[in-house]
């Protein structure tokens, strides 16, 4: 048994839709293959859909922003592109939509350690890019205060966070340390709790954190640092994740990843790719096998498409079209 994947990157990613859709699951990477590609595509919502499906996107081209943040993306002529995708093949379907890898400026080797009433409880050392984030469990019985201290190797983009902080008491509160008095050091504290440093959500790994504490160093020769004060609390744990936030923003440049997947043995993949500046053409595509399609026009034009000997390893591929107007055959072709 193996999973296929049909992939698609775009800019400006809209909506999906299917004649009928549920979500599924989230995950914060496509996959966790340490070998793969699909590690690297974060945030990933997954969906069980029936066909046909329709995924839109619509972007304004730009020859400035879209070459920034390592999109890489040059040479577009400027102005509207509207691209549709229509999946038609397999019927019942399960669709992925995850944030694409960019190259942007994010990289850099994160320092950091937790401290109770002075003693170290915790520290480690890691790279934060799109992926890179550790686990923080400590014990915190008798603390009383609490201090983080974080230290980046590079002037970067801002991109540190510890997602979700918290003390345990042990009256199972789960207190949030942005309910704490607090004194900081250092730190660039962005938009506060919740928010990146550039007007977006904060995801660690494709995992999102709606109480993550921006943590960048706001002198990287220095480290950051914030002491907490649990006097009375009757803490018992200190619970956190510590990350590299990706993707930064909300920018509507950014490529989104599609991915139309089939497990089995093998696999048959047919969609209508439609890339309009204005309205679409197709108001409808449907295919009632692997190979044949049938396609209604804005115009009030049908076409039918079929095509031939795919399962024959290339071998006497042939595609037929043909166009009817109110039912009357009007043109027709077939290409070997």
């Known amino acids: 048994m193996h999973t296929f994947d049909c992939l698609h990157h775009y800019q400006g990613f809209q909506d999906l839709e299917a004649r009928s859709k549920r979500h599924i699951r989230h995950t914060g990477k496509m996959n966790d293959d340490p070998y793969g590609a699909g590690q690297f595509i ?6 069980e859909c029936n066909g046909p499906v329709k995924i839109r996107f619509s972007h304004q081209y730009d020859l400035v922003k879209d070459d920034i943040d390592g999109r890489r993306a040059m040479y577009n002529e400027e102005g509207q ?3 549709s995708i229509h999946s038609l093949w397999p019927r ?5 939509t995850g944030w694409y890898a960019e190259a942007d400026r994010i990289h850099k080797t994160v320092s950091y350690m937790v401290q109770g009433d002075g003693a170290t409880l915790a520290e480690g050392r890691f790279g934060a890019w799109i992926l890179g984030k ?14 983080l201290r974080v230290s980046a190797d590079r002037n970067a983009k801002k991109t540190v966070f510890w997602g979700d902080p918290y003390v345990l008491t042990e009256d199972g509160r789960r207190i949030p340390l942005s309910e704490l008095p607090a004194r900081y050091d250092n730190v660039d504290r962005g938009s506060g709790f919740g928010a990146d440093y550039y007007g977006g959500p904060v995801h660690l790994e494709g995992e999102r954190y709606d109480r993550a504490m921006p943590f960048e160093p706001l002198n990287v ?11 009375g609390l009757g803490a018992v744990s200190f619970e956190a994740v510590i990350g590299g936030d990706y993707p930064l923003g909300t920018d509507p440049a950014r490529r989104k990843t599609v991915s139309i997947c089939s497990a089995g043995k093998e696999a048959h993949f047919l969609s209508i790719l439609e890339l ?16 044949e399609v049938t396609v209604r026009l804005a115009d ?11 399962p024959e390893e290339g071998q006497g591929i042939s595609v037929g079209i043909r166009e009817l107007i109110n039912g009357v055959v009007v043109r027709e072709e077939t290409t070997k």
């Open 42 to 47: 974060s945030d990933c919502d997954w969906y």
């Open 81 to 83: 592109m509207n691209v």
């Open 92 to 96: 019942r379907q399960e669709v992925m």
């Open 134 to 147: 550790r686990h923080v469990q400590v014990p915190l019985a008798g603390v009383k205060g609490l201090k």
């Open 221 to 231: 020769s220095k480290p950051a640092e914030a002491e907490f004060d649990l006097d």
């Open 276 to 291: 309009h500046e204005g309205e679409p053409s197709i108001v409808s595509a449907e295919a009632s096998a692997h190979g």
């Open 300 to 310: 009030g034009r049908v076409q039918q498409v079929s095509i031939q000997g795919l």
